[in-house]
């Protein structure tokens, strides 16, 4: 049976998340270390004894849910549950580079700290910012709304089911585009736990800073199936993937025509490796065949392991 696993991203972070699995798996704990040793960032500490506040910086977020997710995935393979495709969401796209072998785990790590820090100083720059959930309406809705309200700062970020889409922009301009959806019949608005108005224009200048710093990075061809957020399709070579890293920073996540491309590939079982259940939720909500199963946590990866 082809399995595909799905790695969540940012906004899916709590504290003390991973802890069942580095005590379970040594894949796990070859995550910890090494992801440790590439950022210089303590990451059992960070996650075993952090507040919800230090995981808050991106810089912090971004390396602690790549580590879980990676430490999920390795714990589903331990126990003998494959993994024949891979997609991640924002941030979760990096494990599934490693997990393609388009990078190796130190490369990876080294990559999404510098990323993490770039897009930590551009938000910075631009002041209060951040993104919100548009519960309730669909994605073209939004679209529409804000354009018609000519808001500026504002951006539909995250195309996430046919009711669901996330917008980011600055502080003022959420503030009134907040009210701009609710009257155009958003049933709830939500703000992310997120520091920056990730997926948006407004993010552009780490995209042009990290697109240097990658300068002679070799991205290898996937080994197995890997989905892009920018495009919503397979990748085809380590060139494509390389260029998406670059251009996904400032692009929307197409989560919606990603989900389809996944749902084409074939596969019997589809699994959420990583914190959270934002991407079981989504797929529920298109209704797609297998189901997603959440494996994110020991007690998760057990149950998934007895249905195998």
């Given at each position: 049976m082809k399995n595909c696993f799905l790695f969540p991203g940012?906004?899916?972070?709590?504290p003390g998340m991973g802890k069942d699995l580095w005590e379970a798996s040594a894949g796990?704990?070859?995550?910890?270390?090494?992801?440790?040793?590439?950022?210089?960032?303590?990451?059992?500490?960070?996650?075993?004894?952090?507040?919800?506040?230090?995981l808050k910086p991106t810089n912090n977020t971004q390396i602690a849910v790549a580590t879980v997710d990676v430490s999920s995935a390795a714990l589903l393979e331990e126990r003998g549950i494959e993994c024949?495709?891979?997609?991640?969401?924002?941030?979760g796209e990096w494990p599934a580079l490693y997990r393609s072998s388009v990078l190796d785990l130190e490369t990876m790590f080294r990559l999404v700290k510098i990323r993490g820090n770039l897009m930590d100083e551009n938000a910075k720059r631009l002041g209060p910012s951040g993104m919100t959930a548009v519960?309730?309406?669909?994605?073209?809705?939004?679209?529409?709304?804000l354009a018609e309200a000519g808001i500026a700062g504002v951006f539909v970020a995250n195309y996430n089911s046919p009711i669901q889409a996330v917008v980011s922009g600055?502080?003022?301009?959420?503030?009134?585009?907040?009210?701009?959806?609710?009257?155009?019949?958003a049933r709830r608005l939500v703000r992310l736990k997120v520091s920056g108005p990730f997926h948006s224009p407004l993010m552009g200048e780490a995209g042009k800073a990290f697109e240097k710093e990658l300068g002679g990075t070799v991205f290898s061809d996937p080994s197995i199936a890997l989905y892009s957020n920018v495009t919503g399709k397979?990748?085809?070579?380590?060139?494509?993937?390389?260029?998406?890293?670059?251009?996904?920073?400032?692009?929307?996540?197409?989560?919606?025509?990603?989900?389809?491309?996944?749902?084409a590939g074939?596969?019997?079982?589809?699994?959420?490796?990583?914190?959270?259940?934002?991407l079981s939720g989504l797929w529920k909500a298109i209704g797609y065949e297998p189901a997603c199963e959440t494996a994110?946590?020991?007690?998760?990866a057990e149950a998934a392991l007895k249905k195998a």
């Open positions: 940012q906004g899916a972070q709590f796990a704990r070859k995550a910890f270390e090494c992801a440790s040793d590439v950022t210089g960032i303590d990451i059992k500490k960070l996650l075993f004894e952090g507040t919800e506040e230090d024949s495709g891979c997609a991640g969401f924002s941030l519960l309730g309406l669909a994605p073209e809705k939004t679209e529409k709304t600055t502080e003022a301009g959420l503030a009134e585009a907040e009210k701009v959806l609710a009257a155009a019949g397979p990748v085809a070579s380590g060139t494509e993937a390389k260029r998406l890293c670059v251009e996904q920073i400032s692009s929307p996540v197409r989560w919606i025509q990603e989900e389809a491309s996944i749902l074939g596969y019997g079982r589809i699994l959420e490796t990583g914190p959270g259940t934002v994110g946590n020991l007690e998760q």
